[in-house]
Protein backbone atom coordinates (compact mmCIF):
# COMPACT_ATOMS: atom_id res chain seq x y z
CA UNK A 1 0.00 0.00 0.00
CA UNK A 2 2.65 2.46 1.16
CA UNK A 3 4.49 2.58 -2.74
CA UNK A 4 1.28 2.73 -4.25
CA UNK A 5 0.31 6.13 -2.01
CA UNK A 6 3.48 7.57 -2.65
CA UNK A 7 3.00 7.34 -6.24
CA UNK A 8 -0.40 8.86 -5.81
CA UNK A 9 1.42 11.74 -3.47
CA UNK A 10 3.77 12.31 -5.97
CA UNK A 11 0.68 13.62 -8.46
CA UNK A 12 1.27 16.26 -11.13
CA UNK A 13 2.01 13.47 -13.59
CA UNK A 14 1.16 14.61 -17.45
CA UNK A 15 0.79 12.33 -20.20
CA UNK A 16 -1.52 11.28 -22.68
CA UNK A 17 -3.79 8.34 -23.73
CA UNK A 18 -4.04 7.05 -27.85
CA UNK A 19 -4.01 10.41 -29.57
CA UNK A 20 -6.73 10.02 -32.56
CA UNK A 21 -6.83 13.73 -33.78
CA UNK A 22 -2.97 15.60 -32.88
CA UNK A 23 -3.83 18.55 -35.46
CA UNK A 24 -5.77 20.60 -33.46
CA UNK A 25 -3.60 20.69 -30.62
CA UNK A 26 0.05 22.95 -29.96
CA UNK A 27 2.72 21.37 -31.29
CA UNK A 28 6.52 21.79 -30.05
CA UNK A 29 9.24 20.37 -32.42
CA UNK A 30 13.25 19.00 -31.65
CA UNK A 31 14.27 16.98 -28.74
CA UNK A 32 16.03 20.15 -26.97
CA UNK A 33 12.57 22.03 -26.82
CA UNK A 34 10.25 19.32 -25.88
CA UNK A 35 12.56 18.41 -23.35
CA UNK A 36 12.83 21.95 -22.11
CA UNK A 37 9.18 22.24 -22.31
CA UNK A 38 8.62 18.87 -19.96
CA UNK A 39 11.20 20.17 -17.49
CA UNK A 40 9.42 23.80 -17.21
CA UNK A 41 6.12 21.61 -16.24
CA UNK A 42 4.11 21.87 -19.69
CA UNK A 43 1.39 19.35 -19.79
CA UNK A 44 2.28 17.60 -22.58
CA UNK A 45 -0.41 14.91 -24.16
CA UNK A 46 1.65 13.16 -26.79
CA UNK A 47 5.82 12.62 -28.40
CA UNK A 48 6.45 11.19 -31.46
CA UNK A 49 10.49 10.51 -31.87
CA UNK A 50 12.01 9.42 -34.99
CA UNK A 51 12.81 5.17 -34.84
CA UNK A 52 16.44 5.05 -34.12
CA UNK A 53 17.30 8.50 -33.21
CA UNK A 54 18.88 7.69 -30.23
CA UNK A 55 20.93 10.09 -28.03
CA UNK A 56 21.62 11.92 -24.35
CA UNK A 57 18.41 14.44 -24.92
CA UNK A 58 15.93 11.83 -25.99
CA UNK A 59 16.96 9.21 -23.13
CA UNK A 60 15.84 12.50 -21.26
CA UNK A 61 12.81 12.60 -22.68
CA UNK A 62 12.20 9.04 -22.64
CA UNK A 63 12.73 9.27 -18.37
CA UNK A 64 10.71 11.85 -18.23
CA UNK A 65 7.92 11.00 -20.15
CA UNK A 66 7.93 7.81 -18.22
CA UNK A 67 7.95 9.74 -14.84
CA UNK A 68 4.77 12.02 -15.69
CA UNK A 69 2.77 9.25 -18.20
CA UNK A 70 3.09 10.87 -21.59
CA UNK A 71 3.16 8.20 -24.02
CA UNK A 72 6.24 7.91 -26.61
CA UNK A 73 5.93 6.41 -29.73
CA UNK A 74 9.05 5.81 -32.30
CA UNK A 75 7.92 6.79 -35.88
CA UNK A 76 9.16 6.54 -39.36
CA UNK A 77 10.19 9.99 -40.40
CA UNK A 78 6.87 10.32 -43.03
CA UNK A 79 5.02 9.83 -40.25
CA UNK A 80 6.45 13.20 -38.62
CA UNK A 81 6.79 15.10 -41.81
CA UNK A 82 2.85 13.66 -42.17
CA UNK A 83 2.62 15.88 -38.34
CA UNK A 84 3.84 19.19 -39.34
CA UNK A 85 5.66 20.76 -42.59
CA UNK A 86 7.84 22.53 -40.28
CA UNK A 87 11.47 21.67 -39.38
CA UNK A 88 11.02 18.91 -36.72
CA UNK A 89 13.98 17.97 -36.22
CA UNK A 90 13.17 14.27 -35.73
CA UNK A 91 10.98 15.04 -32.62
CA UNK A 92 7.39 16.45 -32.28
CA UNK A 93 5.07 16.84 -29.28
CA UNK A 94 1.88 17.79 -28.53
CA UNK A 95 1.04 20.24 -25.32
CA UNK A 96 -2.39 19.29 -23.85
CA UNK A 97 -4.95 22.08 -23.45
CA UNK A 98 -5.74 21.01 -19.59
CA UNK A 99 -3.45 20.09 -16.78
CA UNK A 100 -4.14 16.46 -14.77
CA UNK A 101 -4.03 16.89 -11.15
CA UNK A 102 -3.49 14.07 -8.62
CA UNK A 103 -6.33 12.05 -7.48
CA UNK A 104 -4.70 11.41 -4.21
CA UNK A 105 -4.96 15.18 -3.10
CA UNK A 106 -8.62 15.90 -4.21
CA UNK A 107 -9.40 12.58 -2.53
CA UNK A 108 -7.68 13.68 0.68
CA UNK A 109 -8.23 17.45 0.56
CA UNK A 110 -12.39 16.33 0.19
CA UNK A 111 -11.83 13.69 3.46
CA UNK A 112 -10.26 16.15 5.38
CA UNK A 113 -13.19 18.70 4.35
CA UNK A 114 -15.42 15.97 5.75
CA UNK A 115 -16.80 15.69 1.76
CA UNK A 116 -17.88 12.57 0.36
CA UNK A 117 -16.31 12.26 -3.11
CA UNK A 118 -18.26 11.37 -6.34
CA UNK A 119 -15.72 10.08 -9.31
CA UNK A 120 -16.37 8.97 -12.38
CA UNK A 121 -13.82 6.73 -13.48
CA UNK A 122 -13.95 6.14 -17.54
CA UNK A 123 -12.40 3.22 -19.00
CA UNK A 124 -10.75 3.66 -22.25
CA UNK A 125 -13.83 6.22 -24.02
CA UNK A 126 -12.22 6.50 -27.15
CA UNK A 127 -14.17 9.20 -28.51
CA UNK A 128 -13.48 13.14 -28.13
CA UNK A 129 -16.75 14.01 -28.12
CA UNK A 130 -18.01 11.34 -25.59
CA UNK A 131 -15.70 12.46 -23.65
CA UNK A 132 -15.96 16.20 -23.81
CA UNK A 133 -19.87 16.05 -23.42
CA UNK A 134 -19.45 13.26 -19.82
CA UNK A 135 -17.17 16.08 -18.74
CA UNK A 136 -19.86 18.45 -18.86
CA UNK A 137 -22.63 16.11 -17.48
CA UNK A 138 -19.77 15.66 -14.51
CA UNK A 139 -19.38 19.35 -13.99
CA UNK A 140 -23.38 19.78 -13.90
CA UNK A 141 -24.15 17.23 -11.95
CA UNK A 142 -21.50 18.15 -9.02
CA UNK A 143 -18.60 15.28 -9.96
CA UNK A 144 -15.23 15.87 -7.58
CA UNK A 145 -12.95 14.42 -10.42
CA UNK A 146 -12.88 12.45 -13.43
CA UNK A 147 -10.17 9.60 -13.56
CA UNK A 148 -8.79 8.01 -16.66
CA UNK A 149 -6.56 5.56 -17.80
CA UNK A 150 -2.90 7.35 -19.65
CA UNK A 151 -3.25 5.02 -22.33
CA UNK A 152 -6.17 3.56 -24.56
CA UNK A 153 -8.38 6.94 -23.66
CA UNK A 154 -9.25 9.63 -25.98
CA UNK A 155 -7.27 12.91 -26.41
CA UNK A 156 -8.14 15.78 -24.88
CA UNK A 157 -8.34 17.81 -27.93
CA UNK A 158 -9.94 21.02 -28.96
CA UNK A 159 -12.77 18.90 -29.98
CA UNK A 160 -13.05 17.80 -26.49
CA UNK A 161 -13.17 20.87 -24.98
CA UNK A 162 -15.74 22.22 -26.87
CA UNK A 163 -18.02 19.64 -26.65
CA UNK A 164 -17.47 19.85 -22.28
CA UNK A 165 -18.31 23.55 -22.80
CA UNK A 166 -15.88 24.69 -20.67
CA UNK A 167 -16.27 21.77 -18.11
CA UNK A 168 -13.03 20.31 -18.72
CA UNK A 169 -11.27 23.93 -17.42
CA UNK A 170 -13.79 22.97 -14.29
CA UNK A 171 -13.51 19.45 -13.33
CA UNK A 172 -10.20 18.21 -12.21
CA UNK A 173 -8.94 15.38 -14.95
CA UNK A 174 -6.57 13.24 -13.03
CA UNK A 175 -4.58 10.77 -15.45
CA UNK A 176 -3.65 7.47 -13.68
CA UNK A 177 -1.02 4.82 -15.87
CA UNK A 178 -2.80 1.83 -14.14
CA UNK A 179 -6.74 2.02 -13.45
CA UNK A 180 -6.75 -1.64 -11.12
CA UNK A 181 -4.19 0.19 -8.98
CA UNK A 182 -6.10 3.16 -9.27
CA UNK A 183 -9.66 1.54 -8.21
CA UNK A 184 -8.25 -0.74 -5.07
CA UNK A 185 -6.10 2.72 -3.97
CA UNK A 186 -9.91 4.11 -3.86
CA UNK A 187 -11.50 1.05 -2.26
CA UNK A 188 -8.84 0.86 0.64
CA UNK A 189 -9.50 4.98 1.02
CA UNK A 190 -13.07 3.75 1.87
CA UNK A 191 -14.74 4.82 -2.01
CA UNK A 192 -17.03 1.97 -3.23
CA UNK A 193 -16.85 1.36 -7.05
CA UNK A 194 -20.16 1.23 -8.76
CA UNK A 195 -19.88 -0.08 -12.09
CA UNK A 196 -22.23 0.86 -14.51
CA UNK A 197 -23.22 -1.64 -16.97
CA UNK A 198 -25.83 -2.74 -18.95
CA UNK A 199 -24.33 -6.09 -18.14
CA UNK A 200 -25.52 -6.59 -14.73
CA UNK A 201 -29.28 -7.68 -13.53
CA UNK A 202 -29.61 -5.12 -10.88
CA UNK A 203 -31.59 -2.39 -11.95
CA UNK A 204 -30.29 1.52 -11.15
CA UNK A 205 -34.51 1.70 -10.45
CA UNK A 206 -34.09 -0.83 -7.71
CA UNK A 207 -33.41 1.87 -5.71
CA UNK A 208 -30.93 -0.52 -3.47
CA UNK A 209 -27.76 1.34 -4.61
CA UNK A 210 -26.97 3.99 -2.47
CA UNK A 211 -24.33 6.51 -3.84
CA UNK A 212 -24.44 9.32 -0.82
CA UNK A 213 -20.94 8.21 0.34
CA UNK A 214 -17.61 7.89 -1.37
CA UNK A 215 -18.62 6.73 -4.34
CA UNK A 216 -16.63 6.51 -7.73
CA UNK A 217 -18.93 5.60 -10.88
CA UNK A 218 -17.17 3.18 -13.29
CA UNK A 219 -18.09 3.95 -17.18
CA UNK A 220 -17.05 1.16 -20.02
CA UNK A 221 -15.69 2.24 -23.12
CA UNK A 222 -17.82 2.27 -26.52
CA UNK A 223 -16.87 -0.85 -27.99
CA UNK A 224 -15.78 -3.05 -25.34
CA UNK A 225 -17.65 -2.05 -21.87
CA UNK A 226 -15.96 -1.99 -18.96
CA UNK A 227 -12.73 -3.91 -18.81
CA UNK A 228 -13.40 -7.62 -16.74
CA UNK A 229 -10.40 -7.02 -14.59
CA UNK A 230 -12.01 -3.87 -13.23
CA UNK A 231 -15.65 -5.10 -12.94
CA UNK A 232 -14.46 -7.90 -10.88
CA UNK A 233 -12.98 -5.17 -8.28
CA UNK A 234 -16.77 -3.25 -7.94
CA UNK A 235 -18.77 -2.69 -4.96
CA UNK A 236 -21.52 -2.77 -6.89
CA UNK A 237 -22.88 -2.95 -10.33
CA UNK A 238 -25.55 -1.63 -11.84
CA UNK A 239 -28.37 -1.26 -15.21
CA UNK A 240 -29.87 1.13 -16.43
CA UNK A 241 -32.77 -0.37 -17.65
CA UNK A 242 -34.25 -0.56 -21.45
CA UNK A 243 -37.46 -1.23 -23.02
CA UNK A 244 -36.16 -1.26 -26.47
CA UNK A 245 -34.21 -3.01 -28.33
CA UNK A 246 -31.04 -2.04 -28.80
CA UNK A 247 -28.93 -3.72 -25.92
CA UNK A 248 -26.98 -0.38 -24.68
CA UNK A 249 -26.93 3.53 -24.59
CA UNK A 250 -24.54 5.97 -25.42
CA UNK A 251 -21.84 5.97 -22.68
CA UNK A 252 -22.37 9.94 -22.13
CA UNK A 253 -25.94 9.43 -21.88
CA UNK A 254 -25.48 6.69 -19.53
CA UNK A 255 -23.19 8.82 -17.70
CA UNK A 256 -25.55 11.05 -17.41
CA UNK A 257 -28.53 8.89 -16.14
CA UNK A 258 -26.64 7.54 -13.26
CA UNK A 259 -24.88 11.09 -12.35
CA UNK A 260 -28.41 12.28 -12.09
CA UNK A 261 -29.12 9.75 -9.74
CA UNK A 262 -26.17 10.23 -7.69
CA UNK A 263 -26.66 14.00 -7.47
CA UNK A 264 -30.27 13.51 -7.09
CA UNK A 265 -29.51 10.80 -4.06
CA UNK A 266 -27.24 13.62 -2.39
CA UNK A 267 -29.27 16.23 -2.91
CA UNK A 268 -31.75 15.13 -0.72
CA UNK A 269 -29.81 13.76 1.88
CA UNK A 270 -28.25 17.41 2.28
CA UNK A 271 -31.98 18.66 2.30
CA UNK A 272 -31.28 20.08 -1.23
CA UNK A 273 -28.33 22.68 1.09
CA UNK A 274 -26.19 22.04 -1.87
CA UNK A 275 -28.23 23.87 -4.53
CA UNK A 276 -27.12 26.87 -2.67
CA UNK A 277 -23.60 26.40 -4.18
CA UNK A 278 -24.43 26.81 -7.91
CA UNK A 279 -24.12 29.22 -9.52
CA UNK A 280 -26.17 28.92 -12.92
CA UNK A 281 -24.00 29.59 -16.18
C1 LIG B 1 -22.00 1.75 -25.63
S1 LIG B 1 -21.80 0.97 -24.10
C2 LIG B 1 -20.78 -0.41 -24.43
C3 LIG B 1 -21.39 -1.42 -25.32
C4 LIG B 1 -20.40 -2.45 -25.72
N1 LIG B 1 -20.73 -2.94 -26.99
C5 LIG B 1 -20.28 -3.60 -24.75
O1 LIG B 1 -20.16 -4.72 -25.20
O2 LIG B 1 -20.25 -3.41 -23.54
C6 LIG B 1 -20.63 2.00 -23.26
C7 LIG B 1 -20.83 2.10 -21.78
O3 LIG B 1 -22.02 2.85 -21.50
C8 LIG B 1 -22.59 2.40 -20.29
N2 LIG B 1 -23.96 1.91 -20.58
C9 LIG B 1 -24.59 1.90 -21.75
N3 LIG B 1 -25.83 1.43 -21.63
C10 LIG B 1 -26.00 1.12 -20.33
C11 LIG B 1 -27.08 0.59 -19.55
N4 LIG B 1 -28.25 0.27 -20.09
N5 LIG B 1 -26.90 0.44 -18.22
C12 LIG B 1 -25.73 0.77 -17.64
N6 LIG B 1 -24.68 1.27 -18.32
C13 LIG B 1 -24.81 1.45 -19.64
C14 LIG B 1 -21.69 1.31 -19.75
O4 LIG B 1 -20.75 1.88 -18.85
C15 LIG B 1 -21.01 0.82 -21.02
O5 LIG B 1 -19.80 0.17 -20.73
Redesign the pocket.
Known amino acids: MESRNNRYVSGNRYGSPRAPKEEKLEMIFGSRPILEAMLAGKTLEKIFLLRGAKNPTTDEIIAEARRFDVPVVTVPVEKLNNLTRKNHQGAVAFISPISYQPLHEIVTSLFEQGKSPLLLIL ?1 RITDVRNFGSIARNAECMGVDAIVIPSRGGAQINADAMKTSAGALNLVPVCREPNLKETIDYLKDYGVQIV ?5 TDAN ?1 TDGSLDMVGPTAI ?9 SPEYLKRADAK ?5 LGQI ?5 S ?3 GI ?1 LYEAMSQRLRDSGYANLGTFEPR
Request: glycine share 10%; charged share 25%; hydrophobic share 45%.
Open positions: DACTEKLLMGSEEDGIVRIPLGSLNVVATI
